[in-house]
């Protein structure tokens, strides 16, 4: 058995650089979680995972194995009730005024078909980024929701039909009660010329493709109609809407960006 008072503690050693570091730690941990499922009440998923803390100017290093060690303190699957804990528990055992925690996870859905109901799993990416800074606490949700979009102008101009394509739109937002992933999944697609499916026989594929047609909509459209969906959310605080079109007969993409500018209670530790 070695006794651990005999190894050297380098991380602890004084720094004579006099430079705080921001955030340090682990990066593209992959670890079990279980989030809250809107219809299914619990959903298991695989995070990737990442966890910083603060340094101060004094310290070498911090003990990168002390951040597992929370994780591992757990349940064998984290649930989203327990984050905040696991900031805390950062805090308590780096030694950290601030802690950071991001997971990153695929979120599945079951969705019919538009016209013969066959039913079938799609994904979206989901992600977590919680923080505390002493007491004051931070929390961020975004979803990346894949759509189908069809350009007003090409439809407009062209003799035989407008050009689609599929696009991302990334939807983060600070709230101060239950907010769920489905019903950001849903307002996306609601906004959208029409929304993606795993499986779709022949007269699905049709009514999909005309759906879109007759909703074309450009990104700055998409973003706009985001938003409007969102104010309609009393306990959403924040909101950041991203969409990008992989464009069809561009060697470019489109892009949108609407931020809200609205002033949040309480203290947040940054700008996600």
Known sequence: MID?????????????????IDKVGVKELKYPIAVKDKENYIQHTVATISMTVDLPKEF???????????????????????????????????????????MEFPFFRSKKAPVTQKESLIDYKAKFHAARNNDAKDF??????????????????????????????????RFNDTVWIEDLISLVE?????????????EDEKFVTERAYENPVFVEDLVRNVVLKLKEMPHITWYSV???NFES??????????????PLNGYIISRY
């Open 4 to 20: 651990k008072s005999v190894l050297p503690d380098t991380q602890n050693l004084k720094d004579p650089r006099n430079i705080a």
């Open 60 to 102: 070498k290093g911090t003990h990168m194995s002390r951040f597992v060690e929370v994780l591992q303190c757990k349940d064998r699957e984290i649930h989203v009730d327990s984050v905040d804990k696991i900031l805390k528990d950062m805090q308590k055992k780096l030694n950290a005024t601030a802690s950071h925690i991001e």
């Open 140 to 173: 961020v949700l975004t979803v990346v929701v894949p759509v189908t979009t069809l350009c007003p102008c090409s439809k407009s101009i062209a003799k035989y039909g407008a050009h689609n394509q599929r696009g991302e739109v990334t939807v983060s937002v």
């Open 190 to 202: 609601e906004s959208a010329s029409s929304e993606l499916y795993s499986l779709l026989k022949r």
């Open 242 to 244: 991203e969409a990008e």
């Open 249 to 262: 007969i561009h060697n470019h993409n489109a892009y949108a960006l609407i931020e809200s500018h609205k």
